[in-house]
Structures are given as structure tokens and as C-alpha cells.
């Protein structure tokens, strides 16, 4: 079961130049589209004599969403080989943005298509791409009498705790990766006096 997903572990900058045309590429960690809008109005303020900012993203780890856009570019040449370098390099939750000075001199499609995928590669490859696991939340309710079974439980399986509230009543929150999670719903069903939902 496939439980693991790439993104990039920092923010990076690379650069691709043609025919007196500089590219200059930013790629960014995101998690949702107000982070991908803050970074693009930040970089429009900061290029603001830039002719183009040009950008693509991916967010999710299972259902991907994504979006391509050439700010002006013609139609597929700048948006598009963009995403197709977060495509290549199979990452996700992340934003490139690829800001155009005009060098006086038209690229033409095949140019601009090599330039924008240039620059997105550039900074792909400058920046560390990590592996991270697709993980699983959960909440058990249980009394306090059952707690010291709970934790050993949850050592054993090497469960990561998030958060615990232990009174008379006892809520713990838990994470799993993805591919154990089944198992551990069913050693927490089967285990009386506890009870265990899902929280995401």
C-alpha cells in the first residue's frame, strides 16, 4: 500500500536566462491556496517591473489537486512546463513560480516552453526533495484504570501520540501511517472499555 508522498523540505530559488531574458524560479513547501496567494502577491510586489509571473502547484498526498497559469504568456507555454517538472519529479504540495524580465527578444513557443521548464527544473534540482508518510488520526476514549495497557499498546506498535487529556476520562490522540492504520483500528476495537474514531 503505497503510504509515502515527495515534497520539498525548503524553499529555493533557481534561474534560467535566454537570449538577453532572465527566468528567475522560486519553489516553495505549501499546504494550502492562501500560502500559494501570499507568496504570489509577495513575489508580484518584489517583481513588480517583471513582464510575467508564471506559476503551477500541487496540493494533497492522495487526491492531487493542481493548477497551471502563464500570467499572460501564450496559451501552454510557460504554466504547463512548469507543472510538467512537478510532474517529472513526482512532487506535491508545493508552488513554483517562474518570474519573467523581457529581454527584448522573442522566444517564440519551443523557447519559452524550454526556458519556463528550465527554470522549474533549476530550482527542483537545487532544492532537497523529502519523503513523507501519509499518516492516519485517531482519538480513543477510555477510563483511567485501562491507561497503562493503552500506552504499552501504543509502544509497542510505535503509534506517535499528538495529544493526551488524562482525567477520570482519558482522550488520547494518536497518528499512524496509513499502511498500519486498519491494524490499529482493530487491536483498539477489540480491546473492551476503549473507544477509537478517526479525526481526519
Known amino acids: 500500500m503505497e ?11 533557481g534561474y534560467f536566462k535566454d537570449k538577453g531574458s532572465k527566468f528567475l524560479s522560486y519553489a516553495f513547501p505549501v499546504h494550502s491556496e ?33 493548477r497551471a497559469n502563464d500570467d499572460g504568456e501564450p496559451s501552454s507555454t510557460a504554466g ?22 523581457f529581454g527584448g527578444t522573442l522566444l517564440g513557443v519551443s523557447g519559452l ?14 532544492t532537497k526533495i523529502v519523503t513523507k508518510t501519509i499518516e492516519r488520526r485517531y ?3 477510555f477510563n483511567y ?8 499498546i501504543i509502544k509497542q506498535e ?7 487529556k488524562f482525567e477520570i476520562d482519558c482522550l488520547l490522540d ?10 490499529a483500528e482493530q487491536i483498539f476495537r477489540n480491546f473492551y472499555g476503549v473507544e477509537i474514531k478517526k479525526t481526519e
Not at 3 to 13: L, R
Not at 113 to 126: F, G, M, R
Not at 174 to 182: G, I, L, M, Q, Y
Open 3 to 13: 503510504d509515502t508522498y515527495k515534497t520539498i523540505g525548503n524553499s529555493n530559488e
Open 34 to 66: 492562501e500560502e500559494i496567494k501570499e507568496h504570489l502577491n509577495r513575489l508580484k510586489k518584489e517583481h513588480h517591473s517583471a513582464r510575467h509571473h508564471c506559476y503551477a502547484w500541487r496540493l494533497g498526498t492522495e487526491e492531487i489537486t493542481f
Open 80 to 101: 504547463k512546463p512548469i507543472l510538467g517538472q512537478l510532474q517529472s519529479f513526482e512532487v506535491t504540495n508545493i508552488l513554483i513560480v517562474v518570474v519573467r524580465y
Open 113 to 126: 516552453i524550454n526556458a519556463y521548464k528550465s527554470a522549474a527544473a533549476d530550482v527542483l534540482s537545487k
Open 139 to 141: 482519538q480513543l476514549h
Open 145 to 152: 484504570p485501562v491507561l497503562n495497557d493503552v500506552m504499552n
Open 158 to 164: 510505535n503509534f506517535t501520540i499528538l495529544n493526551t
Open 174 to 183: 494518536f497518528s499512524v501511517r496509513k499502511s498500519e492504520a486498519e491494524k
